[in-house]
């Protein structure tokens, strides 16, 4: 029997493990992504006193590795009393890190915005979540589409991190196989097909995006 | 036999140059000859060739037939033939200096390196000796106060005088100037050509396409008109401006307001 | 925390600064390699490259760094710990900093290097004195942020057993039973060194800004 017959019959394990991997991905990118409105939310036009410690906060997230931010929660949390288990610490620590890269490149995007369509807007009596989320949120997305692609990328990257805090994920599933019938390079093979061909399916997902807000003519604001 | 004689005394002399880009020939069986110490401009509708021409010389654009001599000696290929190896062809071009419309200056060197650079790099020459001769030539294009500048705090008359000096430093034997000015504002038009002028009276040999024609009646022994890839006129500026030989050259000159006294 | 954990924390560091630091350098040079070569279009080769670089940056680093570490046997070499680990921050980095090589070169203007030649520099002098000073000051701002993304990566190779500056926490805990301390400084350690990374792509980017005529 060949390894990679030995890989087909195991092919269960894979397939739980993509699955695995696919939810705690789609989980946190979703709180990542409501997270980042939610700060660009408070950024805008709020007072100083509020805006400082959430620009250092997002500037503090960006300059930690992930796995770091992972340990904090499973490791860290319990010593003050809060105790996650490893699936909800790695879906929670995604969701946060990535939420403040969000954050991050809306911020940037938001800064090229001319005051002029705001005042118009302000003008015709909008009320200031009224105009966040008819008027600024919908552009501001749209025009970043190529770097939150990106960003979705790197999240998919890190959720093998958390393998390490013992979530059993799609590198766990090859990593046990592995290690139970000694076939390595055969399972990780497989393996990182399958993170390839998520991260070609996320790219050409966003190229079509692209195509839909051309016609939109959402770029040429 | 005559042809190799006139190669050795004149500057640059061409014969039957052809060029063509995919099927449009830009340049027909061109005939120049530059004599030492010669200014010769070039004038032409847009789109006639003389930036092609221009670019032949050195061999920026290789031609598809004819010859190129600098100072007697063949540019991009031998006498016999065969294509000239890079290093040789690099020697040949180091005796052309060249200043293009853009600029074109190195922007990660400062205003002193960018004309020393060649010189050492190039000629081999020690940093000193590069040092005082890029002096001497920011001087004399009026550029000595802005040795340590980058060049993205210049302005384009600026950056033009430095581009001049850059090419002078390997002391060529004919200068090559593709409109010089042509990139510039107007009120910066004039510091440029002053230099140009200056070192047309110090017996620089130089060619020189413009849309300046009081400035080319001005400076030019010999102004040549190119049309469609074809020399179709060639004169001393007196003749040249004031007796045009065809109606083409007549209409080009009614159309830019021709100096009536330069 | 004790004298010896702080010892711990500070080799730890070590470890992740040396790792880091030399699968930087390998990385910078092979991704300049690399677009060098893209930049000669070569059948097949060039297709492979393609194929390295996607597949590169969909890799996650923990993946590659089992992958390298557990399957080298299988291909019959002896990696050690640390050389797999830099191998798969190289293999990953690399990808990263070819594009940002590539996309130098697409930019770089071909006037500049006629302007060189003008002069009478060979191809070669061109390229050296040229264009190559220009693009790594165009590049170095991307290339540091590529070097932020590793160090940020790095904590990948504790999966091999590393014991790196992430790593180096579960050992302390182990014995002091206070996870948080060890964590916590693990993690201002971590913003020192990326803070120094991201103070000198500012001045890279400011350095690069001249180049904008
Ligand atoms: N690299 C090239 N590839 C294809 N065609 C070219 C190239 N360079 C020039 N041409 C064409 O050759 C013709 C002559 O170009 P050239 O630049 O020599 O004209 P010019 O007289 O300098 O015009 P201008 O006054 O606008 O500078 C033009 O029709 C131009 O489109
Ligand atoms: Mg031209």
Known sequence: ?221 | MSEANTSETAAVSIHHLSKSFDDVEVLRDVELEVKTGEVVTIIGSSGSGKSTLLRCINWLEKPDRGSIHIAGQRIGVHEDGRPMPVRELAKVRAQTGMVFQGFNLWPHLNVLHNVTEAPIHVQGKSKREAEELATALLEKVGMSQKHDSYPNTLSGGQKQRVAIARALAMQPEVMLFDEPTSALDPELVGEVLAVIKDLSAEGYTMVMVTHEMAFARAVSDQVVFLEKGLIIERADPETFFTTPKTDRVRKFLENHDTPSSA | MNASAWHMLLEGAWTTVWISAVSIAIGVVAGLVIALIRLARIPIVDQLLVLYTSVARATPLVTLALFIFLSAPDLGLDLNRSVAGILALTLNTTAFNAEIWRSAFRNFSREQSEAAMATGMTPWVTFRRIMLPQMVITSLPGLVNEMSFLIKGSPAIAVIGIVDLTRVTNRISAVTYEPLPPILVAGVLYMAIIGCLVWLQRLAERRANRLAM
Not at chain 1, 55 to 81: Q, T, V
Not at chain 1, 97 to 121: K, M, W
């Open chain 1, 1 to 221: 029997m060949s390894n990679w017959d030995i890989l087909w019959d195991e092919r269960a394990q894979f397939l739980s493990g993509f699955l695995s991997t696919l939810e705690i991905f789609g989980l946190s990118i979703v709180g990542a992504f409501v997270i980042g409105c939610g700060l660009l939310y408070l950024l805008e036009g709020s007072r100083k006193r509020l805006t400082m410690p959430l620009r250092i906060f997002i500037d503090a997230m960006r300059m930690l590795p992930f796995l770091i931010l992972a340990y904090l929660l499973y490791y860290g949390l319990p010593s003050i009393g809060i105790r996650l288990d490893a699936w909800w610490s790695g879906v929670g620590a995604l969701a946060v890190y990535h939420g403040c890269y969000f954050a991050e490149i809306f911020r940037g995007n938001r800064l090229t915005f001319p005051p002029g369509q705001i005042e118009a807007a302000q003008a015709h009596g909008f009320t200031k979540g009224k105009l966040f989320f008819r008027l600024l949120l919908p552009q501001i997305i749209m025009q970043t589409r190529p770097l939150l692609g990106n960003q979705l990328i790197y999240a998919l990257k890190d959720t093998a991190f958390l393998v390490i805090i013992t979530v059993s994920e799609l590198t766990a599933a090859a990593n046990s196989l592995s290690s139970t019938y000694f076939i390595p390079t055969e399972a990780f093979i497989v393996v990182i097909g399958f993170y390839w061909a998520i991260s070609v399916a996320m790219e050409i997902i966003i190229k079509q995006c692209g195509r839909f807000s051309a016609k939109r003519g959402f770029d040429n604001v």
